[in-house]
């Protein structure tokens, strides 16, 4: 519900709006401005050079500008605050046709060198001196936002764009190969986080409203969270509040001569340039609005997590898990225990609600039916569609909430990457995931349907075979297996029951000391149960070994 009075807020754009503003055109469009009780006015600028100024004299409430021309204004006595990032580290450098040989920074010499505002002069002047070259020995020219344009026109060879958008836009309207030297690279920098494009406030504008720059945060967040998990649903909003970005891509009917003969065929016209700039920036929108340390060291998960939205890298254990069990067919509920930071809810999000409505978790009405629940005893960032709760798995309240978002029905699906905090006492450590596994287990006999599924963390240990035989007793089918995405180094693995069946006379408890009554039967103790065994994911090699 929108508060009564709405707070007129100015915000103004760093560039033209484009495709990399889309998560406050989605706030704004979603009334999630409104809710917080801001009325935002969204403004475009000419100059993008104007920002730091305009912001910095309170002539603009909140605005966006490149972290480098932050710091470049605060030089020059601007007193503005940035309070997140929209982009993180975006790609940066001189971009040109291909076919124009530019290989290196010193192949300026004799070239027509396009920047955008005067510290973008300073930025080439610079590395140009330190890869020693004389000033005279290229030209610079100041082409404002039409850097693309102006290497289209001929009136400069290369100039300053992001790899996502100046870049695949000169790919686009060209029809030729684009390359680009990263500034970073030429700097010997390593990264280009100064290129991410943060929120900026005056000092003053700042200080005196931190709860509206708080709820301009929080309203941006909860689009961004949008345009992470339904970028095409996204886009749409984005082309409804700006309609010239739609794709004017279309099929033709035109005839041509072929060999003297006239005949009807169909050709393609118009352009997707902005769809696909859009698409090329999703891996850039920064998830948390954070501008948060890059350990370029991270694995190639890490780095894959990134690119499509994931809050870390255990995303891949479960969709590969899923390509193998085919763990969603015929899945309408699915519960996520210990569930933070909540990747493997995002997988859950994706697929439960993949072409379905997304209701509103807040509401929790009957009528708009929540798919997908999740619990960590640490807070979570919210998640689209997935409702969230602050606790512990070992609790019957716990249990409770599960099935009230439900509304009565259980699960189909539940699943567990639970882990404790470790001791690094090897022996201890395992205890105690056994433990949660064994809690993990108890909740779910409250929880999941007959028949449902049960995916959890297990680590082979000497607890492994009473751990699967205790799991034997509640389903048809155990099974163990290693996701390629799961460090080889890692004893980790993750037991797919299927067929869940509570044992006659067995009722659901979670005080009782875990499953002690259907413990481990004489037989077994002389007999081990076998559970299979199977590695799923490209079984070329575990990550580690990539
Ligand atoms: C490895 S993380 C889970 C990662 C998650 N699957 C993802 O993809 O983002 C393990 C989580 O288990 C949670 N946890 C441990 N014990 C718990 C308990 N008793 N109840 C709820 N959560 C618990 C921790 O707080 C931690 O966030």
């Not at 707070?7 to 055109?25: D, E, G, S």
């Not at 973008?120 to 020219?141: C, E, F, H, R």
């Not at 065994?533 to 070329?540: E, I, N, P, R, T």
């Amino acid at each position: 519900m929108a508060p009564n009075k709405l707070k007129k807020t100015t915000f103004l754009l760093n560039w033209y709006a484009n495709p990399y503003h889309t998560p406050i055109f989605v706030a704004k469009k979603r009334g999630f401005y409104e809710e917080e009780g801001i009325d935002l006015a969204i403004m475009e600028t000419t100059n993008p050079s104007d920002v730091t100024e305009i912001v910095g004299s309170g002539a603009a409430d909140m605005g966006l500008k490149a972290m480098i021309h932050i710091l470049a204004a605060k030089d020059r006595g601007i007193n503005i605050t940035s309070m997140g990032a929209l982009l993180d580290e975006p790609p940066t450098g001189l971009i040109f046709k291909k076919s124009l040989g530019i290989t290196k920074f010193t192949d300026i010499v004799g070239k027509r060198v396009g920047y955008i505002g005067h510290f973008g002069k300073v930025m080439i002047d610079d590395l140009a001196k330190q890869a020693g070259l004389s000033p005279d020995s290229y030209t610079t020219v100041r082409v404002g936002m039409n850097v693309t344009d102006a290497i289209l026109r001929g009136d400069i060879d290369t100039g300053i764009g992001f790899t996502n958008f100046q870049r695949l836009e000169l790919e686009e309207l060209s029809g030729e190969p684009a390359g680009m030297l990263r500034i970073d690279e030429c700097n010997g920098l390593g990264c280009c986080c100064f290129c991410s494009v943060m929120f900026v406030a005056s000092d003053n504008y700042f200080n005196k409203n931190k709860d509206t720059v708080a709820a301009f945060m929080r309203a941006t967040r909860r689009a961004m969270d949008i345009v992470i998990e339904y970028p095409e649903a996204a886009w749409e909003d984005m082309c409804i509040m700006n309609p010239r970005l739609r794709s004017t891509k279309r099929m033709v009917d035109v005839e041509v001569e072929v060999e003297g003969k006239k005949i009807k065929t169909k050709v393609e016209t118009g352009s997707n340039v902005y769809e696909k700039i859009y698409q090329r920036t999703l891996p850039y929108f920064s998830r948390t609005l954070l501008n948060v340390e890059r350990d370029w060291d991270k694995d190639i998960f890490y780095r894959r997590a990134k690119e499509v939205g994931f809050r870390a890298r255990s995303a891949f254990k479960l969709m590969q898990l899923d390509d193998q069990f085919n763990l969603f067919q015929n899945v309408e509920r699915a519960v996520d225990l210990c569930a933070a930071p909540g990747s493997w809810s995002q997988v859950l999000s994706r697929k439960l609600y993949h072409n379905r409505p997304i209701p509103n978790v807040e509401s929790n009405s009957a009528a708009e039916q929540i798919r997908v629940v999740s619990v960590d005893l640490q807070e979570m960032a919210p998640i689209p569609g997935v409702a969230l709760i602050q606790g512990d798995i070992t609790s019957t309240k716990t249990a409770e909430q599960i099935i009230s978002y439900f509304h009565g029905q259980k699960a189909e699906i539940v699943v567990c990457d639970g882990a404790p905090d470790v001791t690094g006492v090897h022996d201890i450590d395992e205890y105690v995931q056994s433990e949660l596994l064994l809690a993990a287990m108890n909740i779910t006999t409250f929880v999941l349907a007959p028949g449902g599924s049960f995916v959890a963390k297990i680590f082979r240990c000497k607890h492994y075979e009473f751990l699967a035989a205790q799991l034997n007793i509640f389903f048809d089918e155990v099974t163990c297996a290693k996701p390629q995405s799961s460090r080889a180094s890692s004893n980790e693995h993750f037991v797919v029951c299927r067929g869940f069946k509570l044992p006659p006379g067995y009722k659901p408890v979670m005080t009782s000391p875990l499953l002690s009554m259907y413990g481990q039967p004489e037989e077994m103790k002389r007999d081990p149960v076998l559970i299979s065994f199977l590695a799923c994911g490209d079984l070329s090699c575990y990550d580690e070994d990539q």
